[in-house]
């Protein structure tokens, strides 16, 4: 297994010289992901986003590309599966949904929602961080979605890739929640002392919008289910030390 980081390869250019031969699967996670900062710069953000998944189904290898929740607008009230008109509402769920074509046909999609895991940035740990620093932390409690852990993630695309599946695939935990009712949740999980404030996403002001509601599920037989989000974040947080 080869992993490669931006230093090794810049995915807004074509890989050379191509691998020979090609690899036997490609995970391609390399992403624009500073959805607010897509707004200012939807071309770099399509540059990454879009080229960056072209090139890397140009490999010629079997291709997971993962896409998000953000391809939808939040309008629907009952979970979205795959079948559901993509409209993004925000520069990054564009060039995502671009993405998905991108990478073509005979490609594994994934779209999956609110990662979080024991590295790199995410809600989680920012949450351990400022509940640590601050007595009250603010956070938004109108939009809902499925936080998902990227163990959990990763074992069910494990299972998907050695199947051979192609195809858009809605692979998200089970159960959802609001922004401040997972940093509730960490904080009690964590034992932290530190008071959540429910804001609206209108007074928080972000410059990207964000769907209301992007609980994402799979309408297909054999989709694999992922463990409810509350028992994901407890693994993440055991790896992590904290409990
Ligand atoms: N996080 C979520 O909640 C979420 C939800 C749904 C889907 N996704 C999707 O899941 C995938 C992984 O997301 P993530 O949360 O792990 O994102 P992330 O933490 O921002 O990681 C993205 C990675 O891509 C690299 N990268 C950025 N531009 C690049 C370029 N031009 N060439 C090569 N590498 C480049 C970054 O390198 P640097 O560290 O050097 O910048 C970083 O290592 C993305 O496709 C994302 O759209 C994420």
């Excluded at 992403?31 to 399509?46: F, K, L, Y």
Aim: charged letters at 25%.
């Amino acid at each position: 297994m080869t992993a490669l980081t931006r230093a090794d390869w810049d995915v807004t250019v074509p890989l050379a010289p191509p691998p020979a031969p090609p690899p036997d699967l490609v995970l391609h996670a390399a992403a624009w992901t500073d959805v607010d900062g897509a707004e200012d710069d939807p071309q770099e953000a399509a540059a990454v986003n879009v080229g960056g998944t072209r090139h890397a189904a140009e490999l010629g290898a079997p291709l997971v590309a993962f896409s998000t929740d953000y391809v939808f607008d939040g309008s629907k009230r009952a979970p979205y599966v795959e079948s559901d008109r993509a409209n993004p509402l925000s520069a990054y769920g564009r060039t995502k949904l671009y993405a998905e074509g991108a990478a073509g046909e005979n490609s594994l999609v994934v779209r999956s929602s609110w990662l979080f895991g024991p590295t790199g940035h995410n809600f989680v740990r920012t949450m351990l961080r400022l509940g640590r620093e601050r007595d009250e932390v603010a956070v938004v409690d109108d939009q809902f979605g499925c936080p998902t852990y990227v163990g959990h993630l990763a074992a069910a695309v494990r299972g998907l890739a050695d199947r051979g599946e192609r195809g858009v695939w809605h692979l998200a935990a089970a159960g959802e929640c609001n922004w401040f009712e997972l940093a509730q949740a960490v904080f009690e999980a964590a034992g932290i002392e530190c008071r959540v404030r429910p804001i609206s996403t209108a007074e928080l002001g972000r410059p990207a919008p964000r769907p209301a509601y992007s609980v994402l599920r799979s309408e297909r037989e054999n989709a694999p289910q992922l463990p409810h989000w509350r028992e994901g974040l407890r693994a993440c947080l055991a790896e992590l030390g904290e409990i």
